[in-house]
Nanobody, 124 residues
Framework: QVQLVESGGGLVQAGGSLRLSCAAS????????MGWFRQVPGKEREFVAT????????YYKDSVKGRFTVSRDNAKNTMYLQMNSLKPEDTAVYYC?????????????????WGKGTLVTVSS
């Protein structure tokens, strides 16, 4: 079992920055890849970024490349999403998730464990 708790969401103006955190507990943190997803009401949950179990591989949704950075601190059992140059279209509930295995997926349907999400609102 893996438990995930997101934090760091809030209201920010366009062009601003936020850093999201995802604290994990349960299974050994360094044994599984993790990802960030987001969802707007009425739309499907979409992939944002993912990071391998060691942190040496990362992948991003095209629209966030160059603005968002995913990282992890295995000593602190925490994954981060640094979001810069935020745009109103980044407004969503952001979730961290994992399959619980050292395999990277960008498909939300593959994820087995989810946090409850944190709301990011970007005003224009």
């Amino acid at each position: 079992q893996v438990q995930l708790v997101e934090s760091g969401g809030g209201l920010v103006q366009a062009g601003g920055s936020l850093r999201l955190s995802c604290a994990a507990s349960g299974r050994t943190f360094s044994s599984y890849a993790m990802g960030w997803f987001r969802q707007v009401p009425g739309k499907e949950r979409e992939f944002v970024a993912t990071i391998s179990e060691s942190g040496d591989r990362t992948y991003y949704k095209d629209s966030v490349k160059g603005r968002f950075t995913v990282s992890r601190d295995n000593a602190k059992n925490t994954m981060y999403l640094q979001m810069n140059s935020l745009k109103p279209e980044d407004t969503a509930v952001y979730y961290c998730a994992t399959t619980g295995a050292p395999v990277i997926y960008t498909d939300s349907r593959r994820m087995k464990y989810w946090g409850k999400g944190t709301l990011v609102t970007v005003s224009s």
